[in-house]
Nanobody, 125 residues
Framework: QVQLVESGGGLVQAGGSLRLSCEAS????????MGWFRQWSGKERQFVAV????????NYADSVKGRFTISRDNAKNTVSLQMNSLKPEDTAVYYC??????????????????WGQGTQVTVSS
């Protein structure tokens, strides 16, 4: 069992930055690929970024490539998402996720084992 708690969401102006963090409980954190998804009201959760177990490989949605960076610290059981050059369309609830495996293919929610509770990110124009 893994429990995930996100933090760092908030309100920011377009062009600004935010850093989301996710802290995991349990001693199995390093056995999971970790990712971030986001969800707009009335829509399905969409993949944002994923990082493999060691932190050496990452994969991003095209919409965030070059702006967002995912990282992890296995010693601290944390995964982070640095979001730069934010746009109003980045406004969503962001979810941390523990994934069954890492993939370079588009990531779907089907491979998620555990979800965090979500944190709201709002980007004003």
């Amino acid at each position: 069992q893994v429990q995930l708690v996100e933090s760092g969401g908030g309100l920011v102006q377009a062009g600004g930055s935010l850093r989301l963090s996710c802290e995991a409980s349990g001693r199995t954190f390093s056995t999971y690929a970790m990712g971030w998804f986001r969800q707009w009201s009335g829509k399905e959760r969409q993949f944002v970024a994923v990082i493999n177990r060691s932190g050496g490989r990452t994969n991003y949605a095209d919409s965030v490539k070059g702006r967002f960076t995912i990282s992890r610290d296995n010693a601290k059981n944390t995964v982070s998402l640095q979001m730069n050059s934010l746009k109003p369309e980045d406004t969503a609830v962001y979810y941390c996720a523990a994934l069954k495996y890492y993939t370079n293919s588009p990531v779907t929610a089907r491979i998620v084992d555990y979800w965090g509770q979500g944190t709201q990110v709002t980007v004003s124009s």
